[in-house]
């Protein structure tokens, strides 16, 4: 039966309790050492430049609307910060693909009422690497001009104060596509398919890329939120699919 249209929240609590239980730990370390060496490094170096790009970004303003600035200051904070924040998590999935796209196999043999594994094989995984690596850069090739409008869209004064929400939007979509991407890929759906799939579920896409979004934003926890939104995006992929049964997290055996 499809879930609720705002059910994104429930999927990716769902997913946080798969990633925690003890048949799927081993499945998580690789994408969660991966994860924390790439954000370490993001919050190193945002933390360098950060003043530099939004003083770049910010409209030069005549002395007399000097007053504006600590209205827009705000504004391209956050813009600098979606900006950068899409940009790095984009870099994590393509480097961290083949650990979730294993990941998302995994978590859908327990979605669909199994609770074992095979043992853990390095060549099944190293065996992904060819077909996640080029479904990220369908994933690259989709978000790149869009983003590059954005991006060109956000140095146009007066304009680009509409910048920081359009950002928004596109991102929580991109986090619908770049999360779902996973087990629809393992299941051999086709990239113009999944977008079509995933427009004729937009809000519930919406929901669930929004929820991700904002939990990816807050230091530390997105961390861990990565390997979860696999395991949601998982759930609402067999779930929505209607072609499978998602267990509760309690029935899986400790």
Known sequence: MPAPVLSGPQYLRE?????????????VLLPLAVNLLLFGALVYFAGHQFSLWVDTLMPAL????GFLTYILWPLFVVLVVLMVFFTFTLVANIVAAPFNGFLA????????G????????????VAMVPRTFSREMRKLG????????????????????IAAPLWLIFGIWMMAIQYIDYPADN???????MLAWLRSKRWQ???????????LLIPGV??????????????????????????????QRA
């Open 15 to 27: 997913g946080l309790r798969l990633v925690l239980s003890p048949g799927l730990r081993l499945f």
């Open 62 to 65: 005549p002395q007399w609307l």
């Open 105 to 112: 196999e995994k978590v859908e043999v327990v979605a669909r």
């Open 114 to 125: 199994e609770d074992t594994f095979p043992p853990f094989s390095w060549g099944e995984l």
């Open 142 to 161: 989709y978000f790149l001009p869009r983003a590059l409008g954005l991006f060109v869209l956000s140095f146009i004064p007066v304009v680009n104060v």
């Open 187 to 193: 299941n051999k759906m086709s990239w113009q398919d």
């Open 205 to 215: 896409s919406m929901s669930f890329g929004g929820v991700t979004y904002l939990a």
């Open 222 to 251: 997105n961390v861990l939120m990565m390997p979860a939104a696999v395991a949601g995006a998982t759930l609402f992929w067999v779930r929505e699919k209607g072609d499978g049964r998602v267990v509760k997290t309690g029935d």
